[in-house]
């Protein structure tokens, strides 16, 4: 019994913890008075701003907001705006176009001074061929003076060149074809662009200035993928040579390339002076800027160190209010607040009937009450600024009647009922009377609205039903308003037809807002409401049209609990659509293997039969982890799933249980092995399921179900689950369970009443079953038999055997 009670009930997480902890009585004054001090806080943050003389370096004591509107100087708005615009400066290049001519002349007169000499060398004749004597002289003879050259050559083309790559120059004559390869290759890399330096590709996200050195003509590059570093540019050279210039012989072509390789200089330099220039003058061309400083801003917060700006915005704040009535006024209002949520929460709190869910729908109150405030607010900060600065003369005055403060009420109706919702529209209304110039007319308008917009949305169960309450509360809004002018003789007025308006665009607006926050709220708070359970009991739902197709037999148990549960929910104050809608649902996790679940066996066999009882215990238990995580995978919502989760408790599988001991011996069977893992029913609704569940499933093993036999039958399971421990965790009395058990008795006996057997009667010879529309076969046997032989060829010719 140890482990049911341990399965009965799951570990707590720190989110109930931290509810129990908000329960206990100690803690509950001391969050009614946080409570009460926050909404002093939202209604009027000012109240806690008194002046304070602040120097240089003084840490601050609280937060301080500004309560008018003033400029300030934005020393770091300015900085950061001269930052940006020198950040958007860009960096500036320039281009030596003129390098590549400058080479190519270098190039062209080192060449040409060997050509002139090579020019003068003799030419052989055929008296000197025969001979050869004077020819070769001559020949040795430009062949020194050439050497004798070098230094000059080297000098202006201004590389070294190595004895080797000049003897190889000296056999190929200095042709101007040689020198033309060169210059094809340098000016190949330097039309492109080389740089000097690697700090280019820092520049690549905003681009770079090219100014032409020259011209002074600049251009703009974004792509700087186009540019060579010296690395890039020799491989360029390397590869360029060997693809051009094939007809050369290797020794030829590497001479090229190794010569125009040593000569190529970058024609692409960063002009840091420019740059420096531009960008002093990007950011003396932004003025100082000035911040304007809105009512309700934050100047200094807590803790934060004081600068020279933080004391110009304090000073604005001096007046003349005294700490004595500043101190008395917060005071006096959360005494007055914690008076009045008083009465919103003991209203909720002691209600009769005990809710597991106290403490969320505690915080639920909490969050509306927060969001009607914020929306309060930024609808007073609205109504402020077309007033002021419309095209068209509006009140500020009747604007606040458009502010949507029902919506609050209906949503709380919604969810927790009409009993909180008028309460809560009470705290609103008188909350929302500070808000809104403190009047008194308000808070009767407010709270009229509110109490109306409750009544209309108590039985919502469409959502058309919040857009009419919305209206409806549009046209009382309408009446209080005309109420009120009437009393202060404004009646008929200019802004009386503008009050009419925004009243009952304040109604109709409320509505439409409740409509949009509701399904939020029904997510995030895990509620599950009258408009989501209608959808849910739809039988055309896509996880209920799968359980009657896959599970014939389930599905009908389903529906025959979720009728019986309805009933019983009335007569116990149970939610009976929640209850219904419970029974639809609490079996679909035998849709992954329905065949093992005696009511969807087609035949005698059972599949059982072949188990052992451990493994069938297994596959009965594990319907409830499916159809848990089917739940989730439909989004049936929280309630739905926690009484799948506890429609069978922890109850025993004793049929299984009992044949396990007589294969293993008793000895030998564990019987929490044979349990369901819980946890047991946590509200009325799952253990009505749970008891519906038991009895309609035992009913059917009931031979000739007399009215007697099935009202004992029920009371026997009843008891049966009652002593199992199976309620202990739900709120159901023993006179709960005799309601149940006389509406189950009743709605059992209408399922299995006993039909009447019509006589076959004669007429005119003839034989009739109780109906002269038909009429009796003559041969009655012949005739069953040859009906009999039908069937069967209709249904192999439907593929069932």
């Known amino acids: 019994m140890g482990t049911d009670n341990r399965k009965s009930r799951k570990k707590p997480n720190v989110l109930e913890h931290l509810s129990n902890l908000f ?12 409570i009460s001090f926050l909404i002093t806080l939202l209604l009027f943050p000012n109240l806690l701003l008194p002046v304070h003389s602040y120097k240089n370096g003084d840490i601050a004591e609280r937060d301080i907001k500004a309560p008018r509107d003033f400029l300030v100087k934005d020393e770091a708005a300015t900085a950061e705006k001269r930052q940006e615009s020198v950040r958007s400066v860009l960096t500036v290049y320039d281009f030596d176009k003129a390098l590549i001519r400058d080479l190519s002349y270098r190039i062209d007169e080192a060449f040409q001074l060997v050509r002139n000499l090579l020019d003068q060398r003799p030419h052989a004749t055929p008296e000197t061929r025969k001979t050869g004597t004077a020819a070769e002289s001559a020949v040795f003879s430009v062949h020194d003076q050439v050497w004798e050259y070098k230094e000059a050559f080297e000098k202006t083309l201004g590389i070294e060149v190595s004895d080797e790559a000049y003897t190889i120059l000296e056999k190929n004559n200095f042709s101007r074809t040689v020198e033309n390869s060169i210059i094809s290759l340098l000016r190949g890399v330097l039309h492109s662009g ?113 600068e020279p700006h933080h004391i110009l915005k304090v000073e604005a704040l001096r007046s003349d209010r005294s700490k004595g009535r500043l101190l008395s006024t917060i005071f006096g209002l959360i005494l007055l607040f914690c008076v009045v949520l008083r009465v919103l929460v003991v209203t909720h709190l002691n209600r009769e009937e005990e809710t597991p869910g106290k403490n969320k729908e505690l915080l639920f109150l909490a969050v509306m009450i927060a969001g009607i405030f914020i929306l309060s607010k930024i609808s007073v900060s609205l109504a402020e600024a077309i007033s002021q600065g419309g095209a068209y003369s509006l009140a500020a005055s009747s604007l606040f009647f458009a502010v949507p403060v029902a919506a609050g009420a209906m949503t709380v109706c919604l969810f927790l009922g009409r009993q909180v919702a008028v ?51 549009g046209l009382v809004n309408l009446i209080i308003i005309l109420a009120l002018d009437m009393h202060q003789g404004s009646l008929f007025s200019y802004r009386f037809l503008q009050d009419l308006l925004f009243g009952f665009i304040g109604g109709a607006t409320s509505g439409i807002i409740t409509t949009g926050i509701a399904p939020l709220m029904e997510m995030a708070f895990h509620y599950t409401t009258d408009i989501k359970l209608l959808e849910l009991a739809n039988l055309d739902r896509p996880v209920l049209r799968k359980l009657m197709l896959q599970a014939p037999g389930t599905y009908h148990h ?42 969807n066996q087609p035949g005698p066999e059972n599949r059982h039969d072949k188990l052992a009882p451990s493994m069938s215990s297994l596959i009965l238990i594990a319907h409830v982890k499916q159809g848990v995580e089917m739940a989730r995978e439909h989004k049936l919502g929280q309630t739905i799933t926690d009484a799948i989760e506890q429609h069978h408790g922890t109850g025993l599988i004793g049929f299984f249980y009992e044949k396990a001991k007589k294969i293993k011996g008793e ?108 009429q009796q076969a003559k041969d009655i046997p012949d005739k069953r038999k040859q009906d009999q032989e039908e069937d069967r060829d209709h249904l192999r010719r439907l593929g069932m055997s």
């Open 423 to 473: 309460s809560f529209a009470l705290v609103m209304a008188f909350f929302t009377a500070f808000l809104f110039e403190n009047r008194f007319d308000y808070f009767i308008y407010f709270l009229t609205s509110g109490i109306m917009a409750a009544y209309w949305t108590k039985s919502c169960r469409e959502r058309g039903v919040l857009i009419k309450a919305g209206l409806k509360v």
């Open 667 to 774: 000895n030998a069977v564990t019987i929490d092995d044979f349990r369901y893992n819980g946890p047991k029913p946590q509200t009325k609704e799952a253990a009505l399921v749970l008891l519906a569940d038991v009895v309609e499933a035992a009913s059917r093993t009931l031979e000739n179900p007399t009215p007697s036999r099935i009202r004992g039958h029920l009371q026997k399971m009843i008891n049966k689950v009652f002593l199992d421990g199976q309620l202990d965790e739900c709120n159901l009395t023993l006179k709960d369970l005799n309601e149940i058990a006389k509406s189950f008795n009743k709605t059992l006996n209408g399922i299995y009443h006993h039909r009447v057997e019509y006589p076959e009667v004669s007429v005119n010879g003839k034989m009739h079953n109780g109906d002269t529309d038909r």
């Open 558 to 599: 389903s529906v025959i609990v979720g009728n019986m549960v309805e009933a019983a929910a009335a007569s116990i104050n149970a939610n009976p659509l929640l209850a219904k809608v419970i029974g639809y649902y609490h079996d679909i996790g035998k849709i992954s293997k329905p065949l093992y679940f005696i009511e």
């Open 194 to 306: 080389m740089i000097a330096n690697a700090g280019l590709w820092t520049e690549r996200n905003k681009g770079i200035t090219i100014r032409r050195i020259r011209s002074k003509v600049e251009t703009v590059v974004r792509d700087l993928q186009m540019f060579y570093s010296l690395s890039q540019a020799r491989e360029v050279i390397k590869t360029s040579g060997n693809t051009e210039f094939k007809k050369f012989s290797y020794p030829l072509r590497s001479v090229v390339i190794d010569l125009a390789q040593r000569l190529i200089q970058p024609n692409l330099t960063l002009n840091k002076n420019e740059t420096e220039e531009r960008k002093q003058a990007a950011a003396n061309e932004i003025n100082e800027v000035f911040s304007q400083i809105k009512k309700g801003e934050m100047l200094l917060r807590e803790g934060e160190r004081v």
């Open 23 to 34: 329960t206990r009585q100690p803690v509950g004054p001391l969050l009614l008075i946080g």
